[in-house]
């Protein structure tokens, strides 16, 4: 496998909007949440050591759940746990992870992964992600994997790309564009030119860190200083937490991608779901004949709907009469929400927040 | 306290009516349903300890229940745990019981205690049930406490008297009556003339004894002559487990209350329910602005109503867009029913056993 490819997870998020399954000390992307018996993080893992050599993943994490990594990724060795400081968005994040890697292999071509992602055909994203690799290598170009979408789907980001394709299946950016009302999805699936922001880039280091430069200039002068002036890692991690912290929070398609030239959607077909929200989920998982799904419980089910159901594993649901709910029984809290109402989740966990403390978050 | 007054709390039921929070292994009347600190069987120990001598206090269970029912109250001595051989309906258990206490103290009067009741006013109760002992004492007359109703309600048996008061507040039964349907419900509240049929009855134990005689004579003949062929009590149990089992399942109100002539209503008002079925512990507790009965638990409830919500302490229920469901949490299994359909919950039970076995019965 080539020595050069390298693989970023990133594992640092808290998965609010899977609440109450996803918790504070032990979000979403460290649980078993298909029932498959491998956590979100594992199945992530599995999937990129076809691409990329094992010694070469590395997962970027928060330092609280650093443990979480090492425990459900064994084969880790101490340096492929990168710690991100604070949440500070991806930008940062991405940029420190650049530098990192370019001490490593100055030639490193990089795969920044989601740990919450679901891949149906292997063997496609394989494909797609090698091709990616090959031609970050050959081109000082940045690429984002783009999935055609199967619907018009309101919980995505898009991405428009030119008519007709550079290389290859590399198309060239148009704009991003946040996520659509539901009118603008079906122009956008209809279109044929817009594709679901996968959040799964690939880029060569120094690609990445000149572009940085280009549009976050301070951050990325701050960045080369440390790793210029203090090469031993752990001096310059203790370093690193104060400055970081001190970085904008930044979002990388809002800071980086929409405004760089050299940005291209490897467009894909390979059957993929972002698992971010309830209602991605229930979307993705596979329903009985009246519509609901199911993880990990045993079900008793009378004349109820499109309810997503979701209890500790062993523990029985017997629902009646229930449609089109959120039912999430997840250790000390039971959720009952309307599927459609989900946006409330938030301000739910600002009212359990307030009124309640933090052993429901 | 008279030491002729004795009492037995039936404790041998399943309440199955109320699963999942009732189990085979843990009836309802072994649990602190209403959250006070102290289960049902402990309430009703209290509130009869006021009224009895406490050694005069005897518990009818199954033997299945003998251990929980000496946990929860360890002042009994071995002889006031009574165990039930088998469910056989209320008949055979309380012939049974009236010739035990016979053995102990033949000018006995006893009452018979449900322990699963909820009673608000304690000092009317005790007030009417030594009423009750002083009537059954001097007339042999059988005693039933009928509860004046405050709204038209359906799960209740009711039982019509006599228009005038033979003896001070004790009515003459003129019929017992099932669960009638709402229609009738109101004809009956309307009418003055019918009260609630509460399970709790006074009688002096030859009385008893006479008039089973009179309706059930080949089971008490064989009784009587168990009780006086064999005085030892161990030996007479181990005889008796055999001789039980083939008595008929018969209940007290249909084989002897309705056929006998000497039976009386006590009228009372004291802030009565009985705790059978998820209906009337909904209908019997306190309710927020919203109509939420909550039980046990924390709650966020936001745009939800009329519903009965019950999870093990410590656990927060977070309900949205929820309107007249039960949401009982209890252990292995977590149950959300329509509310008016709750008389699915012996078809579900049925389901529970058949296709998923004991573990969560």
């Not at 970027?60 to 979480?68: E, G, P, R, W």
């Not at 009118?183 to 940085?212: C, H, L, P, R």
């Not at 519509?291 to 523990?315: A, D, R, W």
Request: charged share 25%; hydrophobic share 35%.
């Amino acid at each position: 496998m080539d020595k050069n490819r390298y693989c970023v997870i990133m594992a640092g998020g808290q998965g609010t909007r899977l609440w109450p399954m996803s918790r504070k000390a032990y979000p979403k992307q460290f649980q078993d949440i298909l029932g498959c018996g491998r956590t979100l993080l594992q199945i992530t893992y599995d999937r990129y050591c076809r691409i990329v050599p094992k010694e070469n993943i590395l997962v970027s994490t928060h330092v609280d759940y650093a443990d979480l990594v090492r425990e459900q990724l064994p084969d880790l060795q101490r340096g492929q746990v990168i710690h991100e400081p604070a949440f500070r968005g991806t930008a940062p994040s991405l940029a420190n992870m650049a530098c990192h890697i370019r001490t490593l292999n100055p030639k490193a071509n990089i795969v920044i992964a989601q740990s919450d992602q679901l891949v149906l055909d292997e063997t496609k994203f394989v494909d797609v992600i090698s091709r990616g690799f090959d031609f970050v290598a050959e081109n000082n170009k940045l690429v984002v994997v783009g999935i055609k979408p199967t619907c018009p789907e309101t919980r995505y980001g898009y991405i428009q790309v030119d008519g007709a394709p550079e290389s290859d299946f590399f198309y060239k950016v148009r704009t991003f564009t946040e996520k659509p009302q539901y009118e603008f999805a079906k122009i956008f699936m209809d279109s044929g030119e817009f594709y679901w922001n996968s959040g799964i880039y690939i880029w060569n280091v120094q690609t990445i860190i000149d572009t940085m430069s280009k549009y976050l200039p301070e951050m990325m002068r701050t960045l080369e200083e440390i790793y210029r002036e203090i090469p031993d890692r752990d001096q310059r991690r203790r370093r690193g937490y104060e400055i970081y912290t001190s970085f904008p929070n930044a979002s990388l398609d809002m800071s980086v991608m929409e405004r760089a030239d050299n940005v291209y959607v490897a467009v894909a077909e390979f059957g993929w779901a972002d698992i971010g929200t309830w209602e991605t989920l229930y979307g993705t998982m596979p329903k009985d004949g009246d519509g609901n799904v199911v993880l990990n419980c045993s079900t008793l089910k009378y004349n109820s709907h499109n309810n997503l159901i979701m209890l500790p594993k062993g523990k029985l649901a017997v629902v009646q009469g229930v449609d089109d709910m959120l039912v999430i029984d997840s250790e000390n809290v039971l959720m009952i929400c309307r599927k459609g109402d989900e946006k409330e989740i938030r301000k739910i966990l600002n009212d359990v927040k307030m009124k309640l403390g933090d052993k429901f978050l």
